[in-house]
């Protein structure tokens, strides 16, 4: 059932060359239903999601999809289950990505990211 869901993509071209730091608030509360990750070669980049107060209040740091197959985060992956992340209106959502992080091992940056977080509204 889609209900009241949306989708935001987050993508960063080429090769990352050095973390990024998404940050965003919506007009109204909603909840983290989905993620779905991925760079295009072998090197995988870290992932947190949280908000301004709590870096990884909602997905403690995990890798993304590598070779172009992503990686899925749903309920029993985010902080704090099994009840799914609720951000309240106004809330900074805090969407960090550690470009080299290679499942903790490191050195090597990752490209072509992609990140599709989805959310149902209320």
Known sequence: MQGKSFCLTLHAIGTLGGDLNYRF??????SLKHISAVVSGANQAGLTVGNSG???AYLAKASVGASNVPVEFARADFVGTPV???ILKGVI???AVDYDYNNGGGAVASADLTIVLTFSEG
Not at 25 to 30: A, K
């Open 54 to 56: 709590t870096a990884a």
């Open 25 to 30: 608030t919506f007009p109204f509360d909603c």
């Open 84 to 86: 799914l992340p609720h």
């Open 93 to 95: 959502l805090v969407v």
